[in-house]
């Protein structure tokens, strides 16, 4: 099952010409799931040729403009296919007066069901078969939220030579054993899942974090992640001014990286007043604490692998 996340857009504040506001959609084979919407959002969508009127949920860290001024124009836009599936859209308090309002001003056309929940404590949002997605807070100047997407831990390799050695052929009684099921060997005896599986195999985690103080805590939200994408707004020289505008450095965000012992960061939501060129001083503080970090950049694709 393939996983991987798009960076749509990187830039905080404001859009730049080679940079759109802060958007990341995370694809998880059928499944889309966009976190945050800032202006542009729709631009590197249709340069990616990603099939986004197949959005299952959208992930709001919080209703400033530069995180969900490009939500009106994808609600609008997914009304010109035909869709029965429910679009979700999730995040803190407000953003469900957003999107009504959104669509009474602007008088959308919506064929299809939006359900809006609001967060308001740490928990589990959304979830899936083999999956789930859960919300922790974050400390901005308004109510802001993190996200983390777990897999839930998948079966064991199937061991075909121990299956044969114990009297199970080849066939459909394979599956059955791989799906948890004893099975009867061909001599009568029973023959259990765990005699022929390894152990348990973790599944991959995802996490994104933007608009925050450093807190110790996060790094206990986004333990073990296989991708952080995590903001890294400015540089060290500029702590005090990321303070008081309630934001991250880079080697904070570095520092949440190492605490979490995550695989791999990507810094996001850049201040405008770093040109690319200039993003590389952000790049070298964050390495001297975590060497697993990278810049992200517009229409970047990071893929996430399973680790065995």
């Given at each position: ?32 799931f966009l976190f945050d919407g800032g202006e542009g959002t729709q631009v590197s969508l249709r340069r990616l040729n990603l099939k ?71 928990c589990v949002v959304h979830a899936g078969e083999d999956y789930y997605i859960r919300a922790f807070p974050l400390e901005h100047t ?156 517009d229409r970047m694709q990071i893929d996430i692998p399973y680790i065995d």
């Amino acid at each position: 099952m393939n996983m991987e996340a798009f960076v749509l857009g990187c830039s905080g504040m404001m859009p730049l010409p080679y940079r759109h506001l802060t958007s990341v959609l995370l694809r998880r084979d059928g499944d889309l799931f966009l976190f945050d919407g800032g202006e542009g959002t729709q631009v590197s969508l249709r340069r990616l040729n990603l099939k986004w009127k197949k959005i299952n949920a959208i992930f709001v860290s919080h209703t400033h403009a530069d995180h969900v001024t490009g939500l009106p124009g994808i609600l609008m836009l997914s009304a010109q296919v035909d869709r029965t599936e429910p679009l979700y859209i999730y995040g803190p308090p407000k953003i469900k007066e957003y999107i009504e309002s959104s669509r009474k001003v602007l008088d959308m056309y919506i064929n299809y069901p939006i359900v809006v929940k609001e967060i308001t404590a740490p928990c589990v949002v959304h979830a899936g078969e083999d999956y789930y997605i859960r919300a922790f807070p974050l400390e901005h100047t308004k109510t802001c939220v993190g996200y983390t997407l777990e897999e839930i831990d998948r079966p064991g390799a199937f061991d075909p030579d121990k299956a044969r050695e114990l009297g199970v052929p080849c066939g459909p009684l394979w599956g059955q054993l791989q799906k948890g099921f004893e099975v009867q060997a061909s001599d009568g005896t029973t023959v259990k899942p765990e005699q022929v599986m390894g152990e348990k195999r973790s599944g991959r985690k995802f996490s994104y974090v933007t608009d925050t103080l450093y807190l110790p805590s996060i790094a206990k939200e986004v333990q073990g992640s296989d991708l952080l994408i995590c903001e890294g707004m400015f540089e060290e020289a500029l702590a005090d001014q990321a303070k008081e505008k309630k934001h991250m450095t880079s080697k904070q965000a570095a520092t949440i990286a190492r605490d979490a012992n995550v695989r791999r960061m990507a810094l996001i939501h850049y201040s405008p007043r770093y040109n690319d060129k200039e993003l590389q001083i952000l790049l070298d503080e964050a390495r001297e604490v975590w060497p697993q970090t990278e810049l992200s950049h517009d229409r970047m694709q990071i893929d996430i692998p399973y680790i065995d």
